[in-house]
């Protein structure tokens, strides 16, 4: 047992995110294909008096330091299941974008977790983490496995996926988040009155992620909470229009948004999509990362 432990975890994209119907509880079914990509957060764990939330970052302004942390979150729900005292130091170091669509709290909050379990050596199991992770929010048991992995329920429910080779995206950071649950609002009132089928994972897509064909997998990408971003943040038009006039296979935006994602034909390709977005003034940062990539691991 060492007096620190440091995690490092990775952002998510949703290559695929079908939405059902609200459900009662408030939530919405989903087939959610995520991929974990290597823009990551880092976070470090040592012994305190007591619980203590710090974050160094270009976004750090925006992140709570206080209980509602998802890493704090974490800390506390693990330090409760084991009869411990919570008393940790976290200090995440964030380059995930804040509010962005890419799970950079619920990163933290798989990462602190991890952290937090080797540090006091409690050993939990890995289904008692992810236990640990659905309670604390429906992206949360992702970021724990990384990798490729199929979402159902809200998401949180995880059949890990083939990904065959090296994809290469380019990330176009918005000025300012989105809500998710306003994103999802949206996505209801948009559709008020429609029929919503249930929502499945695309064969196609599937095989494209499994054989590690950028081409066909850039034709399949697909996200129904695309609109409800758009209608909330009309200007992620013009960042999508951009991102494909530069060269890009297809652009999409990450989960709820307001990050837009690039799919790239290479890596020399996404440079110049990259260098492009930022120069056509579209955006705050355009940042190239490639997927897949591992979920939370001790560094
Ligand atoms: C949309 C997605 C796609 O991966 O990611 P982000 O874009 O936020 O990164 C996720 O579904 C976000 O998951 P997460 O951010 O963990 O959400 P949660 O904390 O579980 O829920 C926050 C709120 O989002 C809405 N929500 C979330 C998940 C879901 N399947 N249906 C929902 O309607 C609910 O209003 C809920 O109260
Ligand atoms: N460790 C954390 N990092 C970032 N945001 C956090 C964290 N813990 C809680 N939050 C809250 O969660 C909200 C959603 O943040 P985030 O997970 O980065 O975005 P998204 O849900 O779009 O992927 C933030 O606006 C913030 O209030």
Known sequence: MSATVTVRVPAKVNVQLAVGAARPDGFHDLANVFLAVGLYDEVTVTESDELRVTCAGPDAGQVPLDRTNLAARAALALAERYGRRPGVHLHIAKDIPVAGGMAGGSADGAA????????????????????????????????LVGGAALGTGRGEKLRPLEAGGTFHWVFAMADGGLSTPAVFREFDRLNEGVRIPGPTASDELLAALAKGDAHTLAGALSNDLQPAALSLRPSLADTLAAGRAAGALAGL????GPTTAFLAADAESATAVARALLASGTCRAARVAESPAVGATVV
């Open 112 to 143: 602190a977790l991890v952290a937090c379990d080797a540090l006091w050596g409690t050993n939990a199991s890995r289904e008692e983490l992810l236990d640990i992770c659905a309670e604390l929010g429906s992206d949360v048991p992702f970021s």
């Open 253 to 256: 935006v990450s989960g709820s």
